[in-house]
Every structure is written in structure tokens, then in C-alpha cells.
């Protein structure tokens, strides 16, 4: 009789927790669904590959090696005790239970022992670095869930232990310490209880189990855990191509209302898995410049926020719905499903919730990105966070004309004089002046050219960019290169406008830009601007681009191994390199400018301690360059700080904007007449022209 009722029981509440939890992943399901369909680009190869890497081979989680290690136990552990779970619940109700698989079983027992134990140890770590090393990037909110995940994470694993181990004193069983080691050891232990007291207790430790499970598999999907069920799908399913590469505005399209996102149901359905997947780690928060330097942003917790705001429409449009029973643990509505589809757009846009932008993300933290994609380089489970906030301010900007005064002033000075500062759009050749020894022809004064040198409005206006533009134009003629400048017909790129959530100037510039590039059959781009470099080469082909495009290290570097410049004067400088955000994290290029440091005789490269991929932004990106900072530390000077700390002679970069940010720096902290911010092709050009005047 007893042996029935405990499998009614286990039946009964087994499939009661499988009811919750299929309930709970389908409303996550039609909240997902909510957002607007995208197109996919199947590009199998290229997902499968992401997902083995960075899923699979979990290769993010290891930038933190102990987070890695721990993780990596855990999740790998977890597929192999599910094997045992079937095995232990027969147990529940076949005395002895095992799976008949004759001598080999003894080594199931075995992997299945160790990889408890070694889960065990895992959780305890993970307790220990929240709760006893304190972490910081783990204390950003206690509510109690990450308690409970170890806890329950915990009783999951001793009971196992606990389970197997008086299950070998009620059969009456010897130990196994080769194979149940551990089982074994609290065998031993407990071997004079007694079969009666052996039964019953394995009973109470195989349903505490039991309950775990249940209770575990319900709590997963409404609770930071149910990154487990969708983290997989969201690496399948992220973007491809570029990273950063943002979606283009058809503004031909008439039925289109509003530009950008201001409701949670207009982003996409791709980008609102994100919203689930996330791990709460805190990594992107804890790489994050204008999180780490006292601003309202952090990028986790605008994920959250955004999740929570999606569960609550998701949850209040399902309470209108009259065809499809569901039920939204956890939650007040206990009420149908959502209708996929028009129908759902429809009711969610007649919702009564908090508005997205002003009541869950304020116009400060979205104006606080500075676009560098730290904390999407950090994410184990491949969210995209910048895209988000660039889409809500589009929205502020194009839609509500809502946007900061600087912001306004930038777009009016672009759209007037096609650069920053309004300056008079026929001085863009002026940078020339001053430079005999320098030889800069315009585009319509030659017949033949191999590269454009794309100057941008930094180098062709901004006094110390300018100096940049002269030093590499000084290269490209003493290595007998073929280029030329558009002058005065150049205009602004758009990068920034476009990371500004100008869209449409963005789109009038590329045009207008790549009219100029076709008149004049450019084959070749170069450019100074790692920002104008990654537009010009990722974004620009979707507007009509056809050509190649390379940033002045990637020539530089070019132009020594062919040997058409040999660095051989000795520059005597310690340099502290900063890698730009746009070179480095958005195309990859790490290599190059160290490499060109190296060739030249008598340069000490020294690396920051925040480099390469976690390289921390210089706080100008995404339209920073041209907004103040009424928050916190300027993001300027905390990397300024991070350079000197190496004691370097030259803090060195390769871009104008970093440039312009760090030689801020050392002058607020007075140290420019001790430490010189210099360009890599400045610094190259101090090795080219020494030698050649010595000719």
C-alpha cells in the first residue's frame, strides 16, 4: 500500500511541476513572441560554431578562469547526474535498483559519485565568492534568489550522496570506496542504524531529492536561472555578421509611425531573448566605463529591468486573451495565452504599463553608453546591449525630437557645415598648411590614386587630429604611395550621428558620401578614425559601398613588411598603448599597432592592465565625445589614471578620438609636460623623417 502511494505521490507532483514548467517556458515563449519578427540569416555554419565555442565550450566564462572552472563543473555536471536521477527515482520504487549494465556500472557509480561531489564543491565555491569573497560584480542586488539557487543546488547534491549512501546500509551492503567513495564513506558511517532506520531515512533524503527537482524545475524559468534554457538559443540565434553592425531605418516605408523603439513589444523577437537568456553575472556591469566611473548605467541591470517590464505586458496582454488557457506562475494572472501575431501588437499597444523610456530606462543611463561593446565582449551568453539603447534613442531623437542640447547642436552643426564644431565646411583642406614637406593632392587634381585618405572631421579640423593626418600623409609620401583627398567635398561620416540615434542624417551622409566615392572610381579607402573605419566597412556596403576599406595602422604595418618604410631611427619612449574600441573589440585588430610599435628601435611597449578585448573605453565613443558628463568620474581620466600607473613616457593610441580624450587627461591631471599622447603614426613618422633628413 505504502509502495503505491509514494508512486501516486511522485506521479501526482511530478506531473504537476512539469505542468508549471512547461506553462512558465511557453508564456516566456508568447512574451518573446511579442516583439516584431526579423529577418534570419540561416548561416549554419557560423551559429554552430558560436554555439560550440562560446556555448558548448562556454570560451566567454573564461575570462574569469575561476568563474570558468567553477561553471564548467556545473554545467557539464548537470548533464551527466540527470542520468543518474533516472536511475535513483527507480530506486524510489524497485529496492536495489540498477541500471543492468553488468560490470560497467561499477564505473557509472563511480563518474556519477565524482561529478556530485565535484558540483558540490562548485556551489560551495560560487557560495563563497559572492558571500565570502564578495565579488563585487555579484552584489548588485540580494533578493534572496541567488541564496536559494545554492541552497537548493546543494541539497540537490547531498542528497544524492545522502541517498545512495544509506541505501547500501538497508540492502545491507560492504562499501564500495573505489566506486562509491563517497556514498561509501556515509555507509560507513551510519552502518549501525539499522535496516528499519537505513529504509526510512533513505526514503526521506530520496524524496528530499525528489521535491528539489520539482521545486527547481519550476522556480528555473522565472528567476535568473532560466539562462539555462534560453542561453543556448540565444547564441544560435545572434546576429551574424559584424559585430556592432546596426539595422538599417527603411524610411521609404509609409506605414512606418515612429523610428526607433519606445515600447518593449517593438524591438525584435532575437533581441528579446536576450532578455531571458542573461545570467545576472554582472560581468557586463563590472567592465563597464560609465558603470564603472559613478553613472546611473549599468548594463545588467537594463537588461533586467527590461525583462521584468517585458513580463509584466507579456503577463497583462495574456489577460485579454479569450482563446488559449495558460497560466502565468508566480504572477497575480492566473489567465489565457497570448495570440501571436497583429492581434497581440494590437492589445500590447493598449496596455497600461510603465513607459519603457522614462519609467524603466531613464533618458540618463541611455545617454550614458558610450557604445564600446564591453560589456557585450563580456557576456557568456551572447547578449547585445548596445543595439537596445541605440534603438531607444533613435527613438528619442527621431520620434520624440527629445535629446540632450549638446546632442542637438552636434546634429545642426553636422547638417549645416557637415562637421562637429560648425566650423566653414571649405576649410576642411586647411589641415594641409603649415607642412612643406608634405605633398596632399586633391582627388580632382590627379588622374590616377591607390588610396583615398578619408581625413574625417577630426583630422581635418580638430588642431591636434590634424597633426595625425600630417604625420600619416608624411608616411604614405616617403613610401612613394599613390593617394589623394576628397577636400572640401568630404563629408562627416555619420558614425557618431548614427550612435547618436540620428539615423536619417546617418543615412544622408553615407549617401552623399559614397556619390562622391563612385565620381571618382575610389577603389582603396584609408582612414585615420577607427569610428569612420568600422562604418565605412561594415555599415556603409548595405548603402551601395564597393570598396576596400583599411584603417592607417593596417598600412602602416603594410608598408614596413614590404619594406617601403624602414623605422630605423631609435625613439626613446616607454609607451602605455591604449586599444580604441572601434579597432579593437569592433574589427579584431590587436596585432597590428603593436607590431608597428615593435619594428621601430629603442620603443618599450607597456600593456595597461585592462587591454586588448577588456581594453577599457576612453569615454568618447557613441557621441560622448561631444556631451559633458554630469555624472560620476570622467571616463577620460580614469583611463588616463589606469596609463600612468605603468610610469610610461608616451601614452600611445590610434585614434583620434582617444587621442583627443587622453591628452585631456594628462593635462587635468598635469602631467602633459611629463607624458605626451602620441599617434601611432606620429610616433612612426619620428623613426621615417629623422632618417630621411639625415640623407
Not at 529577418?39 to 557560423?46: H, R, Y
Not at 560551495?124 to 543546488?153: M, N, S
Not at 496582454?317 to 494590437?346: D, H, I, L, Y
Not at 582627388?443 to 588610396?451: A, G, I, L, T
Amino acid at each position: 500500500m505504502l509502495a503505491w502511494l509514494n508512486l501516486v505521490a511522485f506521479l501526482a507532483l511530478t506531473g504537476y511541476a512539469v505542468y508549471l514548467f512547461i506553462q512558465l517556458v511557453y508564456s516566456r515563449y508568447l512574451f518573446v513572441k511579442l516583439g516584431k519578427k526579423a529577418a534570419f540569416e540561416p548561416n549554419l555554419k557560423e551559429r554552430i560554431h558560436a554555439v560550440l565555442v562560446n556555448g558548448l565550450g562556454q570560451r566567454k566564462l573564461f575570462k574569469d578562469k575561476k568563474s570558468g572552472y567553477m561553471h564548467l563543473v556545473l554545467f557539464y555536471g548537470f548533464f551527466i547526474i540527470q542520468i543518474g536521477l533516472i536511475e535513483l527515482i527507480i530506486k524510489g520504487f524497485i529496492k536495489g535498483y540498477e541500471f543492468p549494465l553488468g560490470e560497467a556500472h561499477q564505473y557509472f557509480s563511480q563518474l556519477q559519485e565524482w561529478t556530485t561531489f565535484l558540483m558540490l564543491c562548485a556551489v560551495v565555491y560560487g557560495f563563497y565568492r559572492r558571500y565570502g569573497e564578495k565579488l563585487k560584480r555579484l552584489q548588485w542586488k540580494r533578493d534572496g534568489k541567488a541564496a536559494f539557487v545554492y541552497i537548493a543546488l546543494t541539497t540537490l547534491t547531498l542528497s544524492i550522496l545522502l541517498s545512495l549512501g544509506f541505501e547500501t546500509v538497508m540492502l545491507g551492503h560492504h562499501p564500495e570506496f573505489v566506486y562509491a567513495p563517497f556514498s561509501g564513506g556515509i555507509a560507513l558511517v551510519f552502518s549501525g542504524i539499522g535496516t528499519t532506520a537505513a529504509t526510512v531515512l533513505f526514503y526521506v533524503f530520496w524524496w528530499v531529492h525528489m521535491l528539489s527537482v520539482f521545486a527547481f524545475l519550476v522556480f528555473v524559468p522565472q528567476s535568473k536561472q532560466a539562462h539555462e534554457l534560453f542561453a543556448l538559443f540565444n547564441i544560435f540565434f545572434k546576429k551574424v555578421g559584424p559585430v556592432g553592425k546596426l539595422n538599417k531605418i527603411d524610411f521609404e516605408d509609409e506605414e512606418v509611425e515612429e523610428y526607433g523603439v519606445g515600447k518593449i513589444e517593438n524591438f525584435s523577437q532575437m533581441q528579446l531573448i536576450d532578455l531571458y537568456a542573461c545570467a545576472e553575472c554582472g560581468r557586463c556591469t563590472n567592465m563597464c566605463p560609465a558603470s564603472g566611473t559613478g553613472k546611473t548605467l549599468s548594463p545588467m541591470d537594463l537588461i533586467l529591468k527590461m525583462r521584468d517590464h517585458l513580463t509584466e505586458k507579456g503577463a497583462a496582454v495574456t489577460s485579454r486573451n479569450p482563446w488559449m488557457p495558460g497560466v502565468v506562475f508566480g504572477s497575480s494572472t492566473s489567465s489565457p495565452s497570448v495570440a501571436m501575431g497583429s492581434a497581440a501588437q494590437e492589445i500590447a499597444a493598449t496596455v497600461e504599463t510603465p513607459q519603457l523610456i522614462g519609467d524603466v530606462i531613464t533618458e540618463e543611463e541611455l545617454w550614458a553608453c558610450t557604445t564600446c561593446r564591453n560589456c557585450e565582449d563580456q557576456c557568456p551568453v551572447a547578449n547585445e546591449h548596445v543595439d537596445k539603447i541605440i534603438d531607444m534613442r533613435r527613438y528619442l531623437v527621431m520620434t520624440e525630437g527629445n535629446m540632450p542640447h549638446e546632442a542637438a547642436r552636434y546634429f545642426q552643426n553636422i547638417e549645416r557645415q557637415s562637421n562637429p564644431w560648425g566650423m566653414n565646411r571649405k576649410e576642411r583642406v586647411k589641415w594641409r598648411e603649415g607642412r612643406e614637406d608634405i605633398h596632399v593632392p586633391l582627388v580632382s587634381e590627379v588622374e590616377d590614386f591607390e588610396y583615398l585618405f578619408f581625413v574625417g572631421s577630426m583630422g581635418s579640423f580638430d588642431n591636434r587630429s590634424q597633426k595625425v593626418a600630417q604625420s600619416f600623409a608624411k608616411i604614405l609620401n616617403l613610401a612613394g604611395v599613390k593617394f589623394a583627398i576628397l577636400g572640401n567635398e568630404e563629408r562627416n561620416s555619420g558614425d557618431t550621428a548614427r550612435r547618436m540615434g540620428n539615423e536619417f542624417l546617418f543615412q544622408q551622409l553615407a549617401q552623399e558620401n559614397i556619390a562622391n566615392f563612385e565620381a571618382y572610381g575610389v577603389k582603396k579607402i584609408v582612414t585615420i578614425c577607427p569610428h569612420t573605419y568600422n562604418t565605412f566597412k561594415h555599415e556603409y556596403p548595405e548603402f551601395g559601398l564597393e570598396a576596400e576599406v583599411y584603417h592607417h595602422t593596417e598600412v602602416i604595418w603594410q608598408l614596413i613588411q614590404e619594406g617601403k618604410i624602414e623605422p630605423t631611427m631609435e625613439v626613446e619612449e616607454s609607451i602605455a598603448y591604449h586599444d580604441s574600441c572601434y579597432l579593437g573589440r569592433y574589427n579584431n585588430i590587436f596585432d597590428i599597432p603593436r607590431d608597428i610599435m615593435k619594428s621601430i628601435p629603442g620603443v618599450k611597449v607597456l600593456e595597461m592592465e585592462r587591454n586588448r578585448e577588456d581594453a577599457m573605453c576612453c569615454g568618447a565613443g557613441g557621441g560622448m565625445m561631444w556631451m559633458e558628463e554630469t555624472q560620476g568620474k570622467r571616463v577620460n581620466i580614469e583611463r588616463t589614471e589606469q596609463a600612468l600607473r605603468l610610469n610610461p613616457t608616451t601614452i600611445g593610441s590610434n585614434c583620434p578620438y582617444c587621442l583627443m580624450m587622453m591628452n585631456d587627461g594628462t593635462k587635468a591631471m598635469e602631467v602633459e609636460g611629463e607624458v605626451k599622447t602620441l599617434d601611432i603614426a606620429e610616433i612612426v613618422e619620428r623613426s621615417l623623417v629623422l632618417r630621411g633628413a639625415a640623407r
